[in-house]
């Protein structure tokens, strides 16, 4: 069952055009994650969903219940949707409790109580309550503002790249704790990022989006391996991608004969492989490194390759055991390689 | 001055957020508002051009094309002229020396360096008539000005030089440029916003003030017209001169505007900028700029203490007349108060609007506001004499007429203060209120407001501080038997009663002492410190 359904959303400000015709199903439940670089609409969006803007023509169903349609729109404060921005914006005239307190309705012991559910939930300090924005860290702030949405246990939580603002070995515990916590209480949850990495961990349900519209939605480690087209791809992770000849589910191409995920395509195509599904080996084609990128656990090497040196190819190697620049190499291949049509 | 800056601090998709919030009824009730209180606004201007297009052509030329106006205009230029260079060279020396250097003492002096804002200027000149009983004209006007005035280029060159990434000047040197030519050619180009700003300041205040030369007999516009109210009342004559002296201080603005430039003055790079460097003082130029700082404290501060004390000693016990002096007091601070309260309130939609959705008739709007604010308080209040004649009878010569002429007049400083507070309160936690439960005025009462609050308050200070020390506005309009600390102050002045009058100035100075304290403060915040 779908929680969320947008249908042919559209905005544009000006003549510029942010959304165009954005149709997507929510599952009840799931981790969604919208995924795009900066300006591609993927903000506009969830503050639509949350009811700060409004689309120009489209609709918008929540649990059955129309939120926006042509006719009328349920102003934000009646959505009960929660919403985490990349900043936390905490209050910042009000102590962490009260932050978190802010949209319950429940008064006196009770309150009490429940925020400190709320901030035992979020793995926060019982001694935190009485602290004031400006004294937490960027992660006890995320935690709040987390907390806080959850207070008025939302019908739908909407996370505006959360992490982004955090360290790098701060963000992916977050993000691991975030997504324990959403699924345990069942909260159905869009998150939005331009970070390829922490989308690809994060979700259930992936989805891309380009230039205001959506390219394709997916299970991630599907959009990895098959994304639609060479800009998804890249998008997406590094990709070797290479001119092939295409004849009954092989592939003819630089590095040989590979086998192809459409056994029915034919003719000319490019090709496209992870750089982890090739690797340095005893045999098969050769070439020889001409660059190496050394970052601690595995190196980048970029080799070109004897058959037609004016095409490089990415290889991960083990970063202490990688080949120096100059030297030859054979490289092979596994798993299929994804045929890109377009 | 600052829409504009406002305007541009705002990206352009945040302004495009915060247009979608705008189809509200809110949205139409803040822009209803605030055009209404531009429109009252523009009165004055309307006056100004009716009572020209009234009078017609060949009568303005008989009026203005005469010795007398002459006169004046030279007497006003001259003032000008020579007082606005030297209120600048007084008021960068001592901001650099306070923000720059090792002068012992340095936050003592910069504290001293704005006391004298607390002194009403027809104080300071009272101080200096009874110091020197024969001073007047040109020369008495000038100096009068200079120690009254300073401070308004003192304050926002010394907030700017505290705030100016001294990189900047690291740069500067390492290309090798001498210390001198690099406070003339990287600091000092920076400091021309706020030089302009100063000197506006300065430069509305010698057209607009009447009590400091009336009292050292020095012809101006502003006491002509004064003198030409009382003789002629509502005569075609003053009301000329009021048009003259509007179109100087449109002059004046019009300068302002073409001196600023269009250069980016704010710091391009990011992250946050190191301390400013210190420059050690030789022990000589140490001793010089001590001397500089005491002579300026001396004149501006000492000469009306001394003298205070001295009419205070001389006058014994029976100038304390508590039966006048309380009742002074209390008009005062209700007049204060209830102008400060109304004219926060009436800022209150034209910040909210030009933070949340700034464009082409937010500026228009606040422009406004900001040209009738430039106008002198006695062509306001000429203006409102005769609107409210012809009008609105009932309220001529009543405290609600008074309390318009403050909210046309003070008006810039509430939305300064409050646009500042508003612009602190991100759109964004308004939206999360809203994405919390709360309805949108909710949200914008429980989150905006309460974090504008301290900048209102602080606005309201500044208006009730120039509501306390105006004079000439509250002369001509308030209703008989009006006598606040100022009126009451004048009063004995006229009948050459310094030992009474003097007990007037000190409750207007020890009034003023606080909320001259808050404006020192806030200049150090928007300084960032």
């Given at each position: ?342 | ?48 051009i009716g009572v020209s297009w009234q009078i017609g052509w060949a009568q303005i030329e008989a009026l203005v094309w005469r010795p007398r106006v002459g006169e004046l205009l030279v007497n006003t230029v001259l003032l000008v002229v020579i007082t606005l260079p030297l209120c600048m060279l007084l008021g960068i ?24 804002l607390a002194v009403p200027a027809f104080v300071h000149s009272y101080a200096w008539v009874s110091l020197v009983p024969s001073i007047h004209g040109l020369p008495a006007g000038v100096l009068v000005s200079v120690i009254a005035y300073f401070p308004f280029m003192y304050l926002p ?373």
């Amino acid at each position: 069952m779908n929680a969320l359904e947008l249908h042919a959303l559209c905005k544009s400000f000006g003549s510029q055009r942010a959304l165009a015709d954005v149709s997507l199903s929510v599952p009840t439940g799931g981790r969604t994650v919208i995924v795009g670089p900066s300006g591609s609409g993927k903000t506009t969006l969830l503050r639509m969903i949350a009811g700060f803007e409004f689309p120009d023509s489209g609709s918008l169903t929540l649990n059955g219940q129309v939120l926006v349609d042509a006719t009328h729109a349920v102003p934000a404060h009646q959505r009960q949707i929660g919403y985490v921005p990349q900043d936390g914006a905490l209050f910042p005239h009000m102590t962490v409790a009260d932050n978190i307190g802010f949209g319950l309705a429940t008064k006196g012991e009770a309150h009490h109580s429940r925020i400190a559910e709320l901030m035992d939930s979020v793995a926060l300090d019982a001694n935190m309550a009485r602290r004031w924005p400006h004294e937490l860290s960027g992660g006890q702030q995320q935690r709040v503002a987390l907390a806080r949405a959850l207070a008025q246990q939302p019908r739908l939580m909407l996370l505006d790249e959360p992490f982004s603002a955090l360290d790098t070995g701060l963000r992916s515990a977050m993000r691991k704790m975030v997504a324990r916590l959403l699924s345990d209480a069942g909260i159905t949850t869009i998150l939005v990022t331009h970070d390829q990495a922490e989308a690809l961990s994060f979700a259930d349900q992936l989805t891309v989006m380009r230039q205001g519209r959506l390219v394709q939605s997916g299970h991630p480690m599907e959009m990895y391996q098959y994304p639609a087209d060479e800009q998804t791809a890249l998008f997406l992770g590094d990709a070797v991608v290479l001119p092939a000849r295409i004849q009954a589910g092989w592939a003819d191409c630089d590095l040989g004969r590979i086998q192809t995920n459409s056994p029915l395509s034919h003719g000319t195509a490019r090709i496209m492989l992870r750089p982890e599904q090739v690797q340095l080996s005893a045999s098969g084609c050769p070439g020889v490194v001409t660059e190496r990128e050394f970052g601690g656990n595995t190196c980048t090497l970029t080799v070109a390759l004897h058959a037609d040196p004016s095409h490089t190819i990415l290889v991960r190697s083990a970063g202490l055991l990688a080949p120096p620049a100059g030297s030859a190499v054979h490289l092979s291949t596994t798993g299929t390689a994804h045929v890109l049509f377009g | 001055m600052l829409p504009e800056a406002a305007a541009q601090a705002l990206t352009a998709p945040a302004q495009r957020r915060v247009q979608g919030l705008f189809k509200g009824r809110g949205g139409r009730w803040g822009t209803s508002l605030s055009v209404l209180v531009s429109l009252l606004a523009l009165l004055p201007i309307a006056f100004v051009i009716g009572v020209s297009w009234q009078i017609g052509w060949a009568q303005i030329e008989a009026l203005v094309w005469r010795p007398r106006v002459g006169e004046l205009l030279v007497n006003t230029v001259l003032l000008v002229v020579i007082t606005l260079p030297l209120c600048m060279l007084l008021g960068i020396a001592l901001a650099w020396l306070t923000e720059r250097t090792d002068l012992p003492g340095r936050r003592l002096w910069s504290l001293l360096a704005v006391a004298p804002l607390a002194v009403p200027a027809f104080v300071h000149s009272y101080a200096w008539v009874s110091l020197v009983p024969s001073i007047h004209g040109l020369p008495a006007g000038v100096l009068v000005s200079v120690i009254a005035y300073f401070p308004f280029m003192y304050l926002p060159v010394a907030a700017t030089l505290r705030r100016l990434d001294p990189a900047i000047e690291d740069v500067a040197e390492s290309l090798g440029l001498k210390p001198w030519a690099v406070f003339w050619r990287a600091v000092l180009p920076q400091l021309r916003l706020a030089i302009c700003g100063g000197a506006l300041l300065v430069g509305l205040h010698l057209l607009a003030e009447y009590g400091l030369y009336a009292m050292i007999r020095f012809d101006t516009f502003t006491t002509a017209i004064f003198d030409q109210f009382k003789s002629t009342f509502n005569g075609p004559a003053a009301d000329m001169l009021a048009a003259v002296l509007a179109l100087c201080c449109l002059a004046m603005l019009t300068a302002e505007s073409a001196a600023r430039g269009h250069a980016r003055y704010a710091r391009v790079g990011s992250g946050s900028a190191r301390e400013q460097r210190i420059v050690r003082l030789s022990p000589r130029t140490t001793l010089l700029a001590l001397g500089l700082q005491s002579l300026t404290c001396a004149l501006a501060l000492g000469v009306p203490l001394v003298t205070l004390g001295q009419w205070l000693i001389a006058g014994g016990r029976e100038v304390w007349r508590f039966n006048e002096l309380l009742p002074a007091l209390e008009q005062t601070v209700l007049l204060g108060v209830a102008g400060a309260v109304l004219t926060t309130c009436a800022a209150v939609p034209i910040a909210w609007l030009s933070i949340r959705a700034p464009g082409r008739l937010q500026r228009i709007l606040e422009g406004c506001n900001y040209i009738t604010s430039s106008l002198p308080g006695i062509v306001v209040a000429l203006a409102l004499v005769t609107v409210t004649i012809h009008f609105a009878r009932p309220i001529y010569q009543t405290t609600i007429t008074v309390l318009l002429a403050y909210l046309l007049m003070f008006l810039p400083r509430a939305l300064v203060s409050l646009r500042a507070g508003i612009a602190q309160a991100p759109v964004e936690l308004e939206n999360m209120a809203r994405s919390l439960g709360r309805s949108p005025g909710r949200a914008l009462w429980l989150i905006t407001l309460r974090l504008a609050a301290p900048a209102a308050a602080a606005g309201a200070a500044l208006v009730f501080l120039a509501i306390a020390n105006e004079l000439t506005a509250t002369l001509l309009l308030a209703p008989n038997g009006t006598r606040t600390l100022a009126t009451g102050f004048w009063a004995m002045t006229s009948e050459i009663d310094y030992a009474a009058a003097a007990p007037y100035a000190l409750t207007m100075i020890l009034l003023s002492l606080p909320l001259t304290g808050l404006l020192y403060h806030q200049s150090k915040r928007t300084a960032g410190r």
